[in-house]
């Protein structure tokens, strides 16, 4: 048998894309510590019960593995419709619903449809970090302007970029990532609306149509009480969508659901490029199956809430060297706070005793997820030695 090393393979001078050029794959750093508090995951992992009815179904699946899946899967869309109705009050069709391996995937669906040469997507900075990525990967022009100072979202220049850039996509992550800030339902509309009345065009100057407007409510079950959802806007706006996943608040990120709910003629757009069975069987047996059990998964849901608030509370009555910590306001399952002038020193001396959160966003920051009780004890007591609080 020939052993096949690479390092004696010669090497060619691929083709790769210009915008691709020099790009190493993109991710967190997934290591190997007993406290992962770095990408917004449940620390929850689903019950017994849970797992022996998912398996069950996924038994039922895996049985049918000789054929392709469902390609529309109406019935997981019509799940997601019923879910979406408990969840926030808002009715929506099974047509009206999409999904995808995460909303990852939902995003590059949108990008892939809407996007393209000659076309830009525009967000607010800072934001999650894959959105430039998806417009990079789909030659869309990507366009940001600034957040306030305190991470909100200046709707009027918000408005004033959509009229003069003309975007043919607007992404606005609600709660953000990594700030934890949330958007108006009032901000929203106008934002849609602006979007509604800008005309993008083709490279031969012919209208295309408007804009379309996604918000990401990746964090949507983590808000506070008496933050909307922007659900509630699909029926006035034919151009907005809104984006959720089963990875957060579902504690299921392994599964790889996302979903996105708008109008029948935008979900119809989606339907286009998506790979033909791109839902396997499996993931769509046990995305229904979760969804049966949406009571128990979320169940935590209002623990992490109140955990995050006291994680906010606690940030806040710290202080370095005289300064109180600088802690954003937060809707989501994660807190951003600082600001340090050695914050890579700070993460690392994290890791070193076991806990491993985030260094993202502006300069200075860190990012911390809610976990367990226990896990949030040793966070905050080894954030006081490291950052000597
Ligand atoms: C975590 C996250 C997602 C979820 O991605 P999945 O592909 O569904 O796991 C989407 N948007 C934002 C802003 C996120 O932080």
Redesign the pocket.
């Known amino acids: 048998m020939a052993l096949l090393d690479d390092s004696s393979t010669p090497h060619a001078r691929l083709p790769v894309r210009p915008e691709h050029a020099g790009f190493a794959p993109y991710g967190a750093p997934q290591l190997d510590v007993p406290i992962l508090l770095n990408v917004?995951e449940n620390p929850y992992p689903p019950d017994d019960d849970v797992v022996r009815s998912v398996a069950a179904d996924v038994a039922d699946a895996v049985r049918g593995l000789n054929r392709y899946p469902d390609r529309d899967f109406l019935p997981l869309r019509s799940d997601l419709a019923d879910f979406l109705a408990r969840e926030s009050g808002v009715r929506l069709v099974p047509e009206q619903l999409w999904a995808a391996n995460?909303?990852?995937?939902i995003m590059l669906h949108v990008m892939q449809a809407f996007g393209g040469p000659g076309r830009a997507a525009l967000s607010f900075a800072p934001t999650?970090s894959m959105y430039p990525e998806y417009a990079r990967d789909t030659a869309t022009r990507w366009l940001t302007i600034p957040r306030r100072d305190d991470f909100s979202l200046d709707v009027d220049a918000a408005v004033e970029a959509i009229e003069t850039s003309a975007p043919a996509v607007v992404l606005i992550?609600s709660p953000n990532?990594p700030t934890g800030t949330a958007m108006t339902l009032e901000g929203i509309a106008r934002i849609a609306e602006a979007a509604a009345r800008v005309t993008v065009r083709d490279p031969d100057g012919t209208a295309a149509g408007c804009g379309v407007v996604v918000v990401?409510e990746?964090?949507g079950e983590f808000r506070r009480t008496g933050t909307p959802s922007a659900l509630e806007l699909l029926g006035a706006h034919p151009n907005l969508a809104v984006s959720r996943?089963m990875?957060?608040a579902f504690a299921l990120?392994g599964a790889?659901v996302?979903y996105l709910a708008a109008s029948v003629d935008l979900v119809d757009a989606l339907r286009v490029v998506r790979l033909p069975y791109h839902l396997s069987g499996v993931t769509q047996a046990v995305a229904r199956a979760a969804l049966r059990h949406a009571d128990v998964l979320l169940a935590q849901v209002d623990e992490l809430r109140a955990r995050r608030d006291e994680t906010v509370a606690w940030l806040r009555r710290q202080t370095r060297a005289g300064v109180p910590l600088d802690v954003v306001e937060s809707d989501a399952n994660f807190v951003l706070f600082g600001r340090f002038d050695d914050r890579a020193e700070i993460w690392q001396g994290l890791l070193d005793r076991g806990v491993l959160i985030r260094v993202v966003g502006p300069d200075g920051y860190l990012r911390v997820s809610i976990g367990t009780a226990e896990e949030m004890t040793v966070f905050r007591s080894a954030l006081v030695e490291v950052a000597g609080l």
């Open positions: 917004n995460g909303s990852n995937e999650y992550a990532n990401d990746a964090y996943t990875s957060k990120a790889r996302g």
